[in-house]
């Protein structure tokens, strides 16, 4: 993904002031932001939800969005949830998704209905959605919400993976947890990416 000079206002107040952004295959990569800095606004844009007032982005190859609030029907079952995804995406099969939910200890709850999971399980099909369809190019913001500490160790191990295999992951968060994770950290502040860590194996 690349992103250049990103210019974004709401009338007269300026959110972003030019923000630039490469994600390079294989990075798995965060982005931090204080309630304000104008994290939501970046996250449209990336998605294609918003277009900027000046700047660009592109992604290349397949492209995945994990959002924050989760888009599901409450009367639907997972399983319905993931044919529905494997129509909309084409896929042959739902080996992917069936991947991802064992990587997430979520296999067991094909047949329940969305409506009666826990917000940290409602949050693994919503990251399942997401990856179903093998990205090449993953946007996750707050992806760990209401996981338990083993879920969140798992969404970790599986983000690594992912990483290894050639993908690109970008997390954003109000917070920077497990910052020593990360090929890449930047802060969003005063409108720019301000770059904070960076792992010595990225920098080579």
């Not at 917000?119 to 913001?141: F, I």
Request: hydrophobic fraction near 40%.
């Amino acid at each position: 993904m690349d992103v250049e000079d990103v210019h974004h206002s709401y009338r007269q107040h300026t959110v972003l002031r030019g923000v630039d952004l490469r994600l390079r295959p294989g990075t798995l990569a965060g982005i931090v932001g204080e309630n304000g800095a104008g994290k939501t606004t970046l996250l449209k844009i990336l998605s294609g939800e918003l277009r900027p007032d000046r700047g660009s982005v592109l992604h290349h190859g397949r492209f995945g969005y994990c959002p924050q609030s989760v888009v599901l029907d409450d009367s639907f079952t997972v399983r319905q949830h993931l044919e529905l995804f494997k129509n909309a995406f084409g896929l042959a099969d739902l080996g992917r998704g069936e991947e991802v939910m064992e990587a997430l200890a979520f296999t067991e709850y094909l047949d329940q209905r969305a409506g009666l999971l826990s917000g940290g399980s409602r949050q693994k099909l919503n990251l399942t959605l997401a990856l179903m369809h093998d990205p090449d190019v993953l946007l996750l913001d707050e992806p760990y919400q209401g996981f338990d500490w083993e879920t969140y160790l798992r969404f970790w191990e599986l983000a690594t993976r992912l990483r290894d295999a050639g993908r690109s992951i970008l997390v954003v968060s109000h917070l920077a947890y497990d910052i020593d994770r990360l090929d890449l950290l930047w802060r969003l502040e005063s409108g720019r990416l301000h770059l904070q860590e960076r792992r010595t194996e990225a920098a080579s």
